[in-house]
């Protein structure tokens, strides 16, 4: 997986670059929603396996859960301070945008994209971005760092370039 940083580049250069469409409240809980799918490795302190549908890169992975967490948060459209449309679009997008890095990666088993219709662990063909070691510590290594400059090439670079793509295009 990508680091936590890494994962929230996404929809902080969209907000960015789409200006003031998007609220600060809702840039919060996108950036948020980028990391809510490895809230998921809790199951490891409860015994459940890496592979099983319900542990790490599982249902929490899926596209089936980036559509739940949308609409759950669009009920909350008046107190993010934005449009219902944009709300769900911005919590989907940023929800998905976890998984879809997460099969860009060279480790782990996969994510469960299309859960609960198929259990299946599956990645990319290309998976450019080296995984992430999990913990604080583990972070500060040579391989933390190595992973820091693969995700910036792979991540943050098209993040930016979306950015100014974006801005670009508001001005036209």
Known sequence: MPSIFSHAVVPVAASLGLGKVISRRLLVLSAFCTILPDFDTLAFKFGIPYSSQWGHRGF???ITFAVCVAIVAMCFSRQLKSKVWMVGLMVFLATVSHPLLDMCTNGGLGVALYWPYSNERVFFDFRPIAVSPIGISRFFTERGFA????????????SIIMLFTLRGMRRK
């Open 147 to 158: 992973v820091m400059k693969s995700e910036f090439l792979w991540v943050w670079l098209p």
């Open 60 to 62: 929490a992975h899926s």
